[in-house]
């Protein structure tokens, strides 16, 4: 399949781009239509608005092109930064307003950029196997790339030959060709980076008629079709459009996908780009989109900043093009909302519409429950992501079992996080870096984000003997991804998701079962049992990354309160203070916390004895780069164990009108009726009423009848609550 | 003045009140005027469906009225609580709607506490010296006959003369009776506390047609004058309004004194109550309003909850019932919009009538740079509140020069906080307390609130010998006040105020100028001279409790990052864990932090040595009470020291932009170039220019004529930017 799209694709290259400038970007009746309709529609307004009061202040000005020196937050490297989106933005006004002036300035800009970039060796700041030339990596270059690209084609029409050739062969063939052949390996990869540097090599072919270009951007350097941009539309992304970096990082590979398919489409139309793959760009969009929490946020699977939302300027562009290749979607209108700016093109302009009426805007963004397959031929795993209420009071419960997410995966297979009502109530540390931020590193990733933030212990998964899965190795990680066994979720009533992992720790089997279960009269209840089996036996640590205040737990302990110190030496353990530790024994161990107006109940059952951990990330941290956030940990040891865990959303707290309500648990007791490798029958009592989650753990066929423990169910799995089926 | 207005009370109270019911909460005539508007207003209809819909429940069923056994946050105590609510909400929708089932419930509830309260003692969870019987405390129990007393009103015209008298004497006779016998002490306190039990008994005094008990409620159990609520409305508040617990006890104690004062004002109109002490009730509101964040919360002054805000209940009746007092105001209608909630009476109405036009609503609340005095003759010090900027970009500067603030006060004279763009930036700690939240010690202040919160180091100024102000002492405190020397805030480009505190530490001196600048091209920065005396050596920290992540400081430092211990051993340094320690010797010492999207540098001068600490509470804290904060202490010893700090809010950096810019701070160096007891000359270098700051230490007067450090002004002080006045 994917042999034949591509074998189409080198057919149809053969013939030439015979596009009109501009095109990259937009074409000429596009800019047209987006001028007569920026008086129309306030959003459209305002943004028009915003790029012409951006612009104007540089008009008549020399802008400064500078030798390239800083690392990113440093002086050279935002300038060129603005620099490339000050070319871009005055190329778009230089073809709505049709000024001389707007393609002025973007020619002096080219002008400069002709004449230093054949003068440029690798980035003095550069400290990657990719390095950069004007910026400290040639990431940043792509950027430049795609962006100074689009506006060299944009004032195309208003050049000269003399000066177009100038441009050319001093402003881009030197990036070009470093990108082709200094660095042809990265150039070649398959990963989001690449994504960047095709579509800059791309866009740059398309303005400037470079045939060559085009196809090492398609097809790879070798132009054998093993890499290139439509490789990477075949293997970055699952069937289902999950992106194995997460979705943090399909909003960055997003923006030159979008662009260069757009660029693309606009020049050669009968590619029909965007339905390659069953139009796996908007697959990617939709599932980025379903894959943030209602604030917009996106989930931190693997390396993500937790501040960053889906305002951000990737969004907009992939979101105001595809509006135009897909036509509408309710959810994009949500967001597009939500960002309160629109591209100035087609998708910009229909949309700018769209929100004129603000009875079009919905009232929330509709998360739904979803399931993606990792790996691009959607093999690899995946992800759950179950959702149950709407709006304000949507409660969403994440489950990873993907492959391992390339270098900016993290340790965390089997691993959960839990989103209610818009906070962070069962979190993932994300990423330890200040993004932009000089004085933090250059703005680059910190150490700690390898030395804690990827470790398991940061997440909310099992931990065997203090050592990270695939001990902390990409490139064993890399090798394997877990499994789904069974899941269902098409009733929010019950919905259960199966997943296991033999790999993590070579020898070991875990398995991880979850049920999102919303009882009668509302109360929403996640069950989750957690077995593991060696042969051998093993330390097995159960942390859950709480996010609140401690209100309340059953277990007796020992506080450090006049010393603190790490819980481990290693594998971001020792970045954990220890504040307080207890041992418990056949009981059912409470944790209450509040976030925000809710209480939040971790119970979880203790056969024999448990330990377990208060800590606090914050230890071995000389820069003050963490935060400091706790963690509640089950430590037990043995050749096998089972963690058989309720987490209770329940009550109220309302400091205004100083009421509080429900404040207690409603699970009173946890018993495991059966737990074999054929078998686990578990009962929790819920107030007075019995909850019991029985399910097999060697089959996963939908007929099959199982007994166990007195039960009697047909498929993998039952939920029966007072007496009765659930669902 | 206070002599005269008591004895007009007098004699006016002997008139008979003649009044006809319902009275207390509204009129007749006020109850059909809403019943007209409700389906005209929004906010109003909402407003009554809410109150209907949550009486309407339990139509029909039997209340249950429990023997007082549970704690704050138990059954027994909510439902007490819940009982009184609806109470006076059924007895309001009886007067609205005419529907005789309403009066029925309150009956039928009413008969119950009848039977119930003369078998009380004192409550079993009692553990003040004003225990209550309903609930733990007696302030508890002042609540219930407040709202108790009015629904008693609201359904009196349909009881019969025996229904009546069982009720008075069952429910209410041994309620008043221990509050002006056995608790008369505490009733006749000038305290919050007593408002609410001098409005419980004057509210069910007017209910219940008894001169006697509004004769106590007024004038006190011994009716002399000298306690009651007129000596309460005299000497609870400043002549300027400001109430010494601070502005979150202002918002509860003004609950009573309005529905009191709408209670006098509906009986026994000429009384004129609302415009006794020249309209101290709506003095006391706008005061306690302008002490807000912009997100609503109360500022910390002594204690506070930080979540609590002004839609709070208390606020929603002093604006909706001096709406209609004093007359209609464009921040109370802007509050009264977050409110998003009315009173059932004229003023509601009134507001609901105004909220309903869009165009009428303020787009912010109207900060202004404020100052108030404190103790009821307004000369025991006070706080100035400096404000710049309006809208999310306001920056508030507050300074604390009170006297101590009662059993709720904390030891922190001239302390100081920032806010800036709706975020806390240096802060209190507030209160250590979960309210309602019965895992939390029944909902009581926690023992860390006196043993942390309400330390001096715990705040933002100077701490001697580890040792709060007054030793911590509430009786040594209560007998003093720090001082205003002079301040200056007509114009928002220099704000400038500074006292004095002789007796925190007794034969030490304590001297703080505060300078908030606006310097040409919008930098705001925050000036601090804060100069000590003393007869003999001490060691003295001022801390700063910065809300944000560090970013960078020029402090050379050894971090504790394996073992942390606290830094002190008593006065609240037990909570603090001692995160990093540095010595810093003739240089200026600055640390940046990031809080949102801004950040923020602390410069701060240092001649010869001192030692700088890098703090997070937590520290002897074993069941989790703590928020874990971080604070910036800078230690020095010495006879007299001074500590010359200077705050920048500066840059911006966007993580979803992924843009930073201005993230170092602008000063470059401080000078001290004159300090003596006469003047202090201070050279600041912000940038390349030169502000200096000249103040004269020992005279306040507006026209003497000064010569120092080669400058010469007119006042107690100037400021000099790049070689002009800045003005």
Chains 1, 2 share one sequence.
């Not at 499994?483 to 019950?494: G, M, P």
């Not at 009726?673 to 066929?701: F, G, M």
Request: glycine residues 6%; charged residues 20%; contains cysteine.
């Amino acid at each position: 399949m994917n042999r034949i799209f591509t074998l189409l694709f080198v057919l149809l290259l053969y013939t030439p781009v015979m596009a009109q400038h501009p095109c990259t970007f937009f074409t000429r009746n596009e800019a047209a239509a987006v001028k007569k309709n920026i008086s129309l529609y306030p959003v459209l307004s305002k943004s028009f608005t915003d790029i012409k009061n951006s612009v104007d202040l540089w008009i008549g000005k020399d802008v400064d092109v500078p030798f390239p020196k800083d690392p990113a937050g440093g002086y050279t490297h935002d300038k060129h930064k603005t620099n490339y989106t000050l070319m871009f933005n005055s190329g778009l006004l230089y073809n709505i307003t049709g000024e001389k002036k707007y393609a002025t300035l973007v020619k002096d800009m080219l002008m400069k950029y002709a004449a230093l970039n054949p003068t440029l060796k690798n980035h003095p700041q550069a400290t990657s196997n990719s390095p950069g030339r004007i910026f400290w990596q040639a990431l940043n270059d792509a950027n430049w790339m795609v962006y100074t690209g689009m506006a060299y084609d944009l004032i195309y029409n208003s050049l000269t030959t003399t000066e177009r050739k100038k441009i050319e062969d001093g402003a881009f063939k030197p990036e070009v060709d470093f990108f082709t052949h200094d660095l042809k390996n990265w150039f070649n990869l398959i990963h989001n980076h690449a994504v960047w540097a095709c579509a800059g090599v791309g866009i740059i072919g398309i303005a400037t008629y470079n045939q060559d270009y085009i196809d090492m951007a398609m097809m790879g350097s070798d132009k054998k079709g093993n890499s290139g941009f439509i490789a990477l539309m075949d293997k970055l992304f699952s069937p289902d459009g999950y992106y194995t970096e997460g979705p943090y990082y399909t909003r960055y590979a997003i923006l030159p996908f979008a662009l260069f398919a757009n660029a693309l489409n606009n020049s050669n139309p009968s590619l029909k780009i965007f339905e390659h793959r069953n139009g796996i760009l908007k697959k990617a969009l939709t599932t980025c989109l379903q894959q943030t929490n209602s604030n917009g946020a996106f989930y931190p699977f693997n390396d993500a900043l937790k501040e960053k939302d889906y305002t951000s300027n990737e969004l907009v562009t992939a979101i105001d093009i595809f509006w135009k290749a897909y036509g509408p979607d309710k959810n994009w209108l949500y967001v597009a909302n939500k960002q309160g700016r629109v591209l100035l093109n087609n998708g910009g302009t229909a949309i700018a519409a769209a929100l004129a009426k603000a009875k079009n805007i919905p009232p929330y963004f509709d998360y739904k429950s979803i399931e993606c397959s990792d790996g691009f031929n959607g093999n690899e795993g995946g992800i759950s992501i179950f959702r149950n209420g709407k709006g304000k009071d949507l409660t969403s419960l994440l489950f990873k079992y993907t492959s391992h997410g390339l270098s900016h995966g993290h340790y965390d297979k089997l691993g959960i996080m839990l989103y209610d009502k818009g906070n962070e109530i069962i979190t993932n540390y994300g990423s330890v870096r200040f993004i932009g931020v000089e004085q933090k590193y250059g703005g680059r990733y910190l150490p700690e984000n390898k030395k804690y933030a990827e470790q398991t212990i940061a997440h909310n998964t099992i931990v065997m003997d203090e050592t990270s899965h695939f001990n902390g190795k990409e490139e064993s990680a890399e090798k394997f991804h877990s499994d789904k066994l069974f899941s269902s979720y098409a009733d929010s009533t019950v919905q259960v998701v199966a997943a296991k992992d033999d790999n993590a720790y070579p020898g070991t089997r875990m398995q991880r079962t979850l049920y999102m279960l919303d009882l009668p009269g509302g109360k929403k209840i996640l069950a989750d049992i957690f077995n593991v089996q060696s042969a051998t036996t093993h330390q097995y640590d159960l942390p859950f990354q709480y996010n609140g205040a401690l209100i309340n737990t059953s277990v007796k302990y020992d506080a450090n309160t006049k010393k603190l110190e790490p819980l481990g030496k290693k594998n971001g353990y020792q970045f954990l203070w220890k504040e307080a530790a207890g041992t418990a024994v056949d009981t059912l161990v409470q944790l209450t916390f509040l976030n925000h107006q809710t209480y939040y109940t971790i119970s979880t059952l203790v056969l024999d004895t448990a330990q377990v951990f208060f800590t606090r990330t914050g230890a071995n941290d000389p820069n003050f780069n963490l935060r400091h956030e706790p963690a509640f940990i089950i430590r037990k040891n043995g050749k096998g164990q089972s963690f058989v865990s309720v987490i209770e959303i329940h009550g109220k707290f309302d400091p205004v009108y100083e009421f509080s309500s429900n404040a207690y648990p409603s699970v009173k007791q946890i018993q495991l009726l059966q737990n074999d490798k054929d078998y686990t029958v578990a009962e929790i009592l819920v107030d007075d009423k019995k909850l019991v989650l029985a399910q097999c753990n060697n089959s996963v066929d939908e007929k099959q009848v199982h007994m166990a423990a007195g039960f009697t169910w047909t498929g993998a799995f039952t939920v029966i609550y007072n007496q009765q089926k659930l669902k």
